[in-house]
């Protein structure tokens, strides 16, 4: 090679992808422009869930609906638990509904970084769309529960009301809440293994702190403010309501658990952009 093929050589221009220094430039808008492969992660986490499996999307109705046999006789049957004037096997079921999307979206946002990690070390993407993937997937199965659902209520001659409206917002309540928590855990699971291995047993706590197996009617007045800051708690209460006719959610409690998963959701993003230059060094 010749002195001016050198030259030329050494003139070819280098792009370096790296992390912005400030705090605000998240850049967002990479989101958009990767939405084909967010299609991408969310097939593929569908195929992933169902492949060699006998009765496939099937077990988006088996799991709660054996929930709910289970509640059925422990809380209905044995601890004569109040239903407020409804079937105990309807308010329980259309609580899990909304709850096992939550609990399969964060399990999957916690873990989905860990679970990409060939994708990670090899190529650049906006790490942001994993977790966000894991969330858009769950809707899947949530539609199918939520079928089943309204054939329980046909069952007991329960029709949804006009509120059945707004269950989107309820629905997208409960992916922001999932995401808020998931978006964090997921930066220290890339760290620190132990926090998916924590997870299930999270999970498990956050059941019996929301009004899953009961009412929000049984938890008393004096509780009701901390009970709110648990976004959960709207969601399952709003799909009842919405559903079933049952009592509107309280507005003030409804208003603090947006603003808490906002909150979350805000500060997870800007902690995940942060971090995420450094999860093929240590993933």
Request: hydrophobic share 55%; charged share 15%.
């Amino acid at each position: 090679m010749n002195a001016s093929e050198t030259r030329s050589a050494l003139d070819i221009p280098v792009i370096r992808i790296s992390s912005s220094t400030s705090w605000l430039a998240l850049r967002l808008g990479e989101l958009w422009d990767h939405r084909e492969l967010l299609y991408f992660f969310v097939w593929r986490d569908v195929k992933v869930r169902y492949k060699q499996t006998a009765i496939g999307a099937a077990w988006a109705i088996i799991q709660p609906l054996l929930t709910v046999v289970t509640f059925t006789v422990i809380f209905d049957k044995f601890a004569k638990m109040p239903s407020d004037g409804l079937p105990y096997p309807v308010i329980s079921y259309a609580a899990l509904v909304p709850w096992n999307y939550f609990a399969k979206s964060l399990n999957g946002s916690i873990a989905s970084v860990v679970t990409s990690a060939n994708l990670i070390t090899k190529i650049y993407f906006p790490r942001l769309l994993l977790p966000i993937s894991a969330a858009v997937s769950g809707l899947i199965d949530l539609g199918i529960s939520f079928l089943f659902l309204l054939l329980i209520m046909a069952w007991y001659g329960i029709a949804p009301t006009w509120a059945a409206l707004l269950l989107p917002g309820f629905i997208l309540l409960a992916m922001l809440t999932a995401l808020s928590v998931g978006l964090w855990l997921a930066v220290i699971n890339v760290r620190f293994r132990d926090v998916g291995q924590a997870t299930s047993f999270l999970i498990q706590i956050w059941l019996f702190a929301s009004p899953v197996a009961y009412p929000v009617s049984v938890v008393p007045e004096k509780w009701r403010a901390l009970y709110s800051l648990n976004p959960m708690a709207g969601v399952i209460e709003g799909f009842r309501w919405a559903l079933l006719g049952k009592q509107m959610p309280d507005m003030v409690a409804m208003i603090t658990s947006i603003a808490v998963v906002l909150l979350l959701v805000v500060g997870g993003i800007i902690f995940f952009k942060r971090m995420e230059n450094t999860f093929a060094d240590i993933v």
